[in-house]
């Protein structure tokens, strides 16, 4: 935790009123550099998230898509995409939940161009949908392949074990699952 | 190459994936008038690994190795940022020395990977004796990373809580020989980059990235430092050692490949100057501790890698396989750079245009 709250005040105010309930912390790292960590309470606040950012001149760093699979709400809440923006060395972590009601992001790009490659990404490679993206087209694999289609991947050395662990077997179980 | 006509007289030039002309597979589509780019279409995903996904499936001590080959010339940084990671998360406090080591390492990949991107840079312009030059004095940095760490690209130096290993004063001396027999020989290239004419003519006013389209396409690294942004991960938000030595953010208000070629000229210097600063300051003791618990925990960690900001991301749960690992490489940022650094260029210099954001596929695509 940091003992003085460090950053743009006036930005931490903003993005805190979108947070829900107990969706805000303030960090540091192990180097003592501060970090905020800003949970919101639906995707589409995004767009004010990133129009506040936009106007303090902070620089997106990278957006993090994932899966939220292992998670107790998983199913009513399957994806998650945390944001990081860096202003005056200080980081602003903002992250979204995606839910069975708001399944969708919107895009960013209005405010950060560079989100372009980071949104296309993540529609293709984790299966999160961004709305009104304005180039979605493939980044990386060829379209012929299904979105999130690395979620599906067994890994060659789950593979070549199959036979002397217990690996790949959970595997295809968990695929029965549906899970 | 094929060349297909549009319309009138534009053309589509089919630039790689496969190309003499280009180090890296990658495939741009150049809308070419005359001998003049007007636009610029960049297809990738030809050598895409997955390897975020592999990291989901290997535990905390596997992915230090995963991650180390992300890329080759900058495989220090994802080692070194995804060890700082996992320490973030799991509040893991590395000793001193291992934190002056890590500092030491990185500028030496630091040094060998910019005179890597001259040496090309120099072969692109056609200035065969210079690339030959330039790369035999990396070849000293090589021989130290060799002597050092016993490898000459994937040092295998970090590990979660410190360093694997120590390096002792025969280490250092034989460093501080080498930089000796390095200093003269590189000033001397320094200054035939800097001033020779047929190098000059051709970088000079070639592949423009103004500032505000820098600003605006949040390049990083020795790009962005070259169009006058200051920006520098080693600066902003000091690691390891870099809080403890005197440097400067070297940049460059021209905006074009000779601004590009000076920051990253001047970057060398500075490198040195933190390298004999880690070892005239590092302290004694161990170099290491070890990983006790793992806990359900997230978060980021930068660097400052030769080619810019490299930055993760981690969520653990209690198990000892990351539920996300997340990086995001310098090359990721600065490609878009290429759409307004070749517009208006002529096609003559789409490769050394490429060749100025030292691209590397292998980050990007992972």
Redesign the interface.
């Known amino acids: 935790m940091q003992e003085v709250i460090q950053g743009n005040t006036a930005l931490i105010n903003t993005l805190a009123k979108l947070c829900r309930e107990d969706g805000v912390r303030h960090d540091t790292?192990?180097?003592g550099?501060a970090?905020h960590?800003f949970e919101l309470r639906s995707p589409s606040l995004i767009t004010a998230a990133a129009a506040a950012l936009k106007d303090t001149a902070a620089?997106?760093?990278?957006i993090?898509?994932?899966?939220r699979a292992?998670q107790p709400d998983a199913e009513e809440a399957p994806y998650a995409a945390?944001y990081?923006f860096?202003l005056d060395?200080v980081?602003y972590?903002v992250t979204v939940t995606l839910t069975r009601k708001e399944p969708a992001v919107p895009t960013i790009t209005p405010w950060?161009?560079?989100a372009?490659?980071?949104e296309r990404e993540m529609i293709e490679?984790v299966g999160i949908t961004v709305s009104n993206q304005p180039n979605p087209d493939?980044?990386?694999?060829?379209a012929s392949l299904d979105p999130g289609v690395?979620?599906k991947?067994v890994?060659l050395?789950?593979m070549m074990n199959g036979a002397c662990t217990k690996d790949l077997w959970e595997h295809i179980l968990t695929r029965r699952e549906g899970k | 190459m094929a060349i297909e006509q549009k319309a009138g007289s534009t053309f589509n030039i089919p630039l790689g994936p496969v190309h003499v002309a280009l180090e890296e597979p990658v495939y741009f589509d150049l809308q070419v008038e005359g001998e003049i780019i007007r636009g610029t279409t960049l297809h990738?995903?030809h050598v895409?690994r997955?390897m975020?996904?592999?990291a989901q499936?290997r535990n905390l001590i596997m992915n230090q190795t995963l991650t180390e080959r992300v890329c080759s010339l900058c495989s220090n940084s994802h080692a070194f940022t995804y060890a700082?990671v996992v320490?973030?998360a799991l509040?893991?406090?590395?000793p001193e020395r291992a934190h002056y080591l890590r500092t030491l390492t990185e500028e030496i990949k630091r040094v060998a990977s910019h005179l890597f991107t001259l040496a090309i840079q120099a072969h692109l312009c056609g200035f065969e004796s210079l690339f030959m030059h330039t790369m035999e004095i990396r070849e000293i940095m090589q021989d130290v990373k060799e002597s050092l760490y016993g490898n000459r690209m994937n040092l295998a130096f970090n590990c979660i809580g410190g360093t694997k290993f120590d390096l002792d004063q025969e280490c250092f001396d034989f460093l501080e020989q080498s930089l000796e027999k390095f200093m003269p020989q590189f000033r001397e290239v320094l200054d035939i980059f800097e001033t020779d004419p047929l190098i000059c003519a051709r970088i000079q006013g070639t592949g423009i990235l103004p500032k505000e389209e820098a600003?605006?396409?949040?390049v990083v690294g020795p790009v962005a430092r070259g169009s006058g942004l200051n920006i520098d991960v080693r600066k902003?938000?000091?690691?390891?050692a870099y809080?403890k030595v005197d440097f400067d953010i070297v940049t460059r208000d021209g905006c074009d490949l000779y601004a590009r070629t000076c920051v990253r000229l001047h970057e060398v210097l500075e490198s040195v100057k933190i390298i004999k600063q880690v070892i005239r300051d590092i302290p004694e003791g161990e170099t290491r501790v070890h990983m006790t618990h793992i806990f359900p925990s997230?978060?980021?960690?930068?660097s400052e890698a030769p080619r810019g900001?490299v930055?993760y991301?981690i969520?653990t749960?209690s198990t000892e396989i990351p539920?996300?690992l997340?990086?995001?490489v310098p090359s990721?940022?600065n490609?878009?750079a290429l759409g307004v650094m070749l517009r208006n260029a002529k096609v003559a210099d789409a490769a050394l245009i490429t060749n100025t954001i030292d691209p590397c596929v292998s980050c990007t695509?992972r």
């Open positions: 790292d192990m180097s550099n970090q960590w620089r997106l760093s990278l993090s898509g994932y899966s292992s945390c990081h860096v060395s980081i972590n950060f161009a560079n372009d490659w980071h490679l493939r980044l990386f694999l060829d690395l979620n991947l890994p050395s789950v | 990738s995903g895409h997955g975020e996904n592999l499936h700082m320490e973030n509040g893991i406090k590395v600003i605006r396409l949040g902003e938000t000091p690691y390891a809080g997230q978060a980021v960690a930068r900001e930055i991301y969520r749960n539920e996300r997340k990086w995001r990721y940022m490609w878009e695509e």
